[in-house]
Nanobody
């Protein structure tokens, strides 16, 4: 059983930085895609960034490109989201997620319906 346990988050002033971590366990993750999503109050969940476990290819939403960086540490089975230049618009509950392999091709996507496993969520609040 895949488990994703998140840590990090909290309260930060606008312009500040935070790092989220997502520790994955339960199996090997070759071929998986790991993603970060967020959901602000009253809004739909949106994809923020994704990374392939094998190869480390990344994909970002336009809203965070240049400010957020997704990375993974294969030895620690952990995925990170480094968030810089935060603004109040980044305030949301952030979730990490894992998409299991579907076939030979690894599809990197920010569609939440494509993901199979989810972390517990962590609050990020950016004050102005």
């Amino acid at each position: 059983q895949v488990q994703l346990v998140q840590s990090g988050g909290g309260l930060v002033q606008a312009g500040g930085s935070l790092r989220l971590s997502c520790a994955a366990s339960g199996r090997t993750f070759d071929g998986y895609v790991m993603g970060w999503f967020r959901q602000a109050p009253g809004k739909e969940r949106e994809g923020v960034a994704a990374i392939t476990w094998t190869g480390g290819s990344t994909y970002y939403a336009d809203s965070v490109k240049g400010r957020f960086t997704i990375s993974r540490d294969n030895a620690k089975n952990t995925v990170y989201l480094q968030m810089n230049s935060l603004s109040p618009e980044d305030t949301a509950v952030y979730y990490c997620a894992a998409r299991s392999p579907r076939g030979i091709m690894t599809v990197i996507t920010l569609r939440d319906s494509e993901y199979d496993y989810w972390g517990q969520g962590t609050q990020v609040t950016v004050s102005s």
